[in-house]
């Protein structure tokens, strides 16, 4: 351990103080003279030579023996040269810590009784050094301007615990101190430094306040994100109050109007997402989050046109706002999740939501060229990898395809969801002669691509309602034939085997397989139907009842059926199971299926159901026993 210098022991050391300080304060002075100039080859160039500058003076200090007058300048060229870097990086990295640890150990070599506890890593270092007893107050001001980087380096790591025990151990206390981070940071309240110090880049003061926004802001998204809706208005209200920048405060107000829509109270979630319009360009997160309030409260045109407008907002390139060269907010916040709510995704992304709600509330010729304009977008530059879906944000290539034909025969353009089928069919026809094996292996769940035998076998059908809207009987039935040829050839996975794979939205294989069983024996049926074949249809529609128990619509058209074939009795007994059926109690289904055969179940379902059916109730007598 090296002997404590005396304070002017040595006249030329002394000198040299004196001129490496005037160097430390010249270099400040350039880093804001780079923050204020408007050429951006020339800001870069002054800040980096700045960061270079303050580098070789580190160097030079280091080379001096641990002495308070020499420290309390080699702390302060540490912070800025920590503050400077980290800015132009827009990150912290391990060579930061290292500098603040090295920072440390020199300040305890002036200590004593300090060495046993250096093997406990920056945490202990800081505990031993803050609680030392021959800590000199001179140096108090520029290690605790260190602990704030300290401080913003562990929350951007997320080393809430370390973080915390740092605060704790600022403030004075540790057990039994509060572990609030928030209330730490209140408390904390940095020495000033005195008026010929050192100049620095940011003061500890106002890196205290960057901290407490951004951590503010972080523990409020944290706490809307799982659910702690109260203590999320809390947080986020404080975050508003800091030193906010304006891209800052969109994302804070954008959360602040989610956690306000959870909460119920739509009209002032409205009001901080228009302030969140109002504060910049990034127009994504607050857009995306007002659709979602508009469609909570059933404003369908005012949730589309948010959706319209989102897509526009995503295509625009933004140019982001320069940086200052101090420690920011922006700097401390997390990385985009796609869990946050803050997440509005790519532009294809928001397409595709887009095109589906159109879809899901009737507008089917803004849908359709909504799906187009996304399969010209996803489709432009190679062909797209076929994957299972993920969770979320939304459906794999397939199923955009096929819900993009769904949305095209609803907008009566038969001929061109033919040809987005055949495109479809055409990125899977390597894999048609296979098509055993894969039913096998999606019984198993051994290989990657257990949807295609579904996606082909959706392909089929949707061909088969479009031949059919186009009045073309024969090709409409071979497609369905088709579809239910392969459809048949899966077995539906055993529950021992584990559980299945998914689909779209969380719906099992099986129970999609089930439907699609259902819904192309029930469109053969009809076509059936269409053509006078009621002995065919009636076939196709017992079979497609046995296949999908439960299925009103199946009963349903089985029952005009074996009506029209003067089966009375039979009819009768199934009117009366069927009305049974609608007596018992619903269960809430865990699942949904994928938008594209909801679609089209929504095709084959009567649309006078109820009439219908009390129609039956008073002409058919009550059953005998059969």
Same mark, same amino acid.
């Given at each position: 351990?090296?002997?404590?210098?005396?304070?002017?022991?040595?006249?030329? +050391?002394?000198?040299?103080?004196?001129?490496?300080?005037?160097?430390?304060?010249?270099?400040?002075?350039?880093?804001?003279?780079?923050?204020?100039?408007?050429?951006?080859?020339?800001?870069?160039?002054?800040?980096?030579?700045?960061?270079?500058?303050?580098?070789?003076?580190?160097?030079?200090?280091?080379?001096? %023996?641990?002495?308070?007058?020499?420290?309390?300048?080699?702390?302060?060229?540490?912070?800025?040269?920590?503050?400077?870097?980290? /800015?132009?990086?827009?990150?912290?990295?391990?060579?930061? *810590?290292?500098?603040?640890?090295?920072?440390?150990?020199?300040?305890?070599?002036?200590?004593?009784?300090?060495?046993?506890?250096?093997?406990?890593?920056?945490?202990?270092?800081?505990?031993?050094?803050?609680?030392?007893?021959?800590?000199?107050?001179?140096?108090?001001?520029?290690?605790?301007?260190?602990?704030?980087?300290?401080?913003?380096?562990?929350?951007?790591?997320?080393?809430?615990?370390?973080?915390?025990?740092?605060?704790?151990?600022?403030?004075?206390?540790?057990?039994?101190?509060?572990?609030?981070?928030?209330?730490?940071?209140?408390?904390?309240?940095?020495?000033?430094?005195?008026?010929?110090?050192?100049?620095?880049?940011?003061?500890?003061?106002?890196?205290?306040?960057?901290?407490?926004?951004?951590?503010?802001?972080?523990?409020?998204?944290?706490?809307?994100?799982?659910?702690?809706?109260?203590?999320?208005?809390?947080?986020?209200?404080?975050?508003?109050?800091?030193? @906010?920048?304006? %891209?800052?405060?969109?994302?804070?107000?954008?959360?602040?109007?989610? =956690?306000?829509?959870?909460?119920?109270?739509?009209?002032?979630?409205?009001?901080?997402?228009?302030?969140?319009?109002?504060?910049?360009?990034?127009?994504?997160?607050?857009?995306?989050?007002?659709?979602?309030?508009?469609?909570?409260?059933?404003?369908?045109?005012?949730?589309?046109?948010?959706?319209?407008?989102?897509?526009?907002?995503?295509?625009?390139?933004?140019?982001?706002?320069?940086?200052?060269?101090?420690?920011?907010?922006?700097?401390?916040?997390?990385?985009?999740?796609?869990?946050? %709510?803050?997440? =509005?995704?790519?532009?294809?992304?928001?397409?595709?939501?887009?095109?589906?709600?159109?879809? +899901?509330?009737?507008?089917?010729?803004?849908?359709?060229?909504?799906?187009?304009?996304?399969?010209?977008?996803?489709?432009?530059?190679?062909?797209?990898?076929?994957?299972?879906?993920?969770?979320?944000?939304?459906?794999?290539?397939?199923?955009?395809?096929?819900?993009? *034909?769904?949305?095209?025969?609803?907008?009566?353009?038969?001929?061109?969801?033919?040809? !987005? @089928?055949?495109?479809?069919?055409?990125?899977? /026809?390597?894999?048609?002669?296979?098509?055993?094996?894969?039913?096998?292996?999606?019984?198993?769940?051994?290989?990657?691509?257990?949807? @295609?035998?579904?996606?082909?076998?959706?392909?089929?059908?949707?061909?088969? &309602?479009?031949?059919?809207?186009?009045?073309?009987?024969?090709?409409?039935?071979?497609?369905? /034939?088709? =579809?239910?040829?392969?459809?048949?050839?899966?077995?539906?996975?055993?529950?021992? +085997?584990?559980?299945?794979?998914?689909?779209? &939205?969380? @719906?099992?294989?099986?129970?999609?397989?089930?439907?699609?069983?259902?819904?192309?024996?029930?469109?053969?049926?009809?076509?059936?139907?269409?053509?006078?074949?009621?002995?065919?249809?009636?076939?196709?529609?017992?079979?497609? !009842?046995?296949?999908?128990?439960?299925?009103?619509?199946?009963?349903?058209?089985?029952?005009?059926?074996?009506?029209?074939?003067?089966?009375?009795?039979?009819?009768?007994?199934?009117?009366?199971?069927?009305?049974? +059926?609608?007596?018992?109690?619903?269960?809430?289904?865990?699942?949904?299926?994928?938008?594209?055969?909801?679609?089209?179940?929504?095709?084959?379902?009567?649309?006078?159901?109820?009439?219908?059916?009390?129609?039956?109730?008073?002409?058919?007598?009550?059953?005998?026993?059969?």
């Amino acid at each position: 351990m090296s002997h404590h210098t005396p304070l002017g022991s040595s006249v030329p +050391q002394a000198n040299c103080l004196d001129l490496w300080r005037e160097k430390n304060d010249q270099l400040v002075r350039q880093v804001k003279v780079a923050q204020e100039s408007g050429l951006p080859l020339r800001r870069q160039q002054l800040a980096q030579d700045a960061l270079e500058g303050l580098r070789r003076l580190l160097h030079s200090l280091q080379g001096l %023996p641990a002495a308070v007058p020499v420290l309390s300048l080699e702390l302060t060229v540490i912070c800025n040269f920590i503050t400077l870097r980290a /800015s132009l990086t827009q990150g912290f990295t391990e060579d930061q *810590a290292q500098d603040i640890q090295w920072g440390l150990e020199r300040v305890g070599e002036t200590l004593e009784q300090l060495e046993p506890r250096l093997e406990h890593g920056l945490k202990g270092l800081w505990n031993s050094i803050l609680n030392a007893s021959s800590l000199l107050l001179e140096l108090l001001p520029a290690l605790h301007h260190l602990a704030g980087l300290q401080v913003a380096l562990w929350l951007s790591t997320d080393r809430l615990g370390d973080l915390t025990f740092l605060l704790q151990t600022l403030n004075g206390s540790q057990s039994g101190a509060s572990e609030d981070l928030l209330m730490l940071l209140k408390t904390w309240s940095p020495p000033a430094k005195e008026s010929d110090a050192p100049l620095t880049l940011q003061d500890a003061q106002s890196l205290r306040d960057v901290l407490l926004t951004a951590s503010a802001y972080r523990q409020g998204l944290q706490e809307l994100i799982t659910g702690s809706l109260p203590r999320a208005l809390s947080s986020l209200h404080e975050a508003a109050s800091g030193l @906010c920048s304006r %891209p800052v405060l969109v994302q804070v107000y954008t959360a602040l109007g989610t =956690c306000l829509r959870k909460m119920g109270n739509p009209q002032r979630a409205l009001l901080y997402l228009v302030e969140a319009l109002k504060g910049g360009s990034n127009w994504g997160p607050p857009l995306l989050e007002a659709s979602r309030l508009y469609r909570q409260l059933g404003n369908t045109v005012a949730e589309l046109e948010s959706l319209e407008l989102l897509v526009e907002a995503l295509s625009v390139t933004r140019n982001s706002e320069v940086p200052h060269l101090v420690i920011e907010v922006e700097l401390l916040l997390p990385q985009s999740d796609p869990a946050s %709510p803050l997440h =509005c995704g790519t532009q294809s992304q928001v397409k595709h939501l887009l095109a589906s709600r159109c879809l +899901q509330v009737g507008r089917a010729e803004d849908a359709a060229e909504h799906y187009l304009d996304l399969l010209a977008l996803l489709l432009d530059g190679s062909k797209p990898k076929f994957s299972p879906p993920p969770s979320p944000p939304g459906p794999c290539m397939p199923e955009v395809f096929l819900e993009a *034909a769904a949305a095209l025969i609803q907008a009566g353009r038969a001929q061109d969801a033919l040809t !987005v @089928c055949e495109e479809l069919i055409s990125r899977t /026809s390597s894999l048609l002669p296979k098509m055993p094996w894969l039913w096998e292996d999606a019984r198993k769940g051994t290989k990657e691509l257990p949807h @295609c035998p579904l996606w082909v076998s959706a392909t089929l059908l949707l061909q088969g &309602q479009a031949w059919m809207q186009l009045g073309a009987e024969k090709e409409a039935i071979s497609e369905f /034939s088709r =579809c239910l040829e392969l459809l048949f050839r899966a077995t539906p996975k055993d529950k021992e +085997q584990g559980p299945a794979f998914n689909c779209e &939205q969380g @719906c099992t294989s099986n129970v999609a397989l089930q439907h699609l069983r259902a819904a192309a024996l029930v469109s053969r049926g009809l076509q059936w139907v269409a053509s006078g074949q009621d002995n065919k249809a009636l076939q196709d529609f017992l079979l497609s !009842v046995q296949v999908c128990p439960g299925n009103q619509d199946a009963s349903f058209h089985l029952l005009q059926t074996l009506r029209r074939l003067d089966r009375r009795g039979e009819a009768t007994a199934l009117r009366q199971r069927m009305e049974a +059926q609608t007596m018992l109690p619903q269960e809430n289904a865990t699942w949904s299926l994928p938008l594209y055969l909801e679609t089209f179940l929504s095709w084959i379902h009567p649309p006078d159901y109820e009439t219908l059916l009390e129609e039956f109730r008073t002409s058919l007598p009550e059953p005998c026993d059969l």
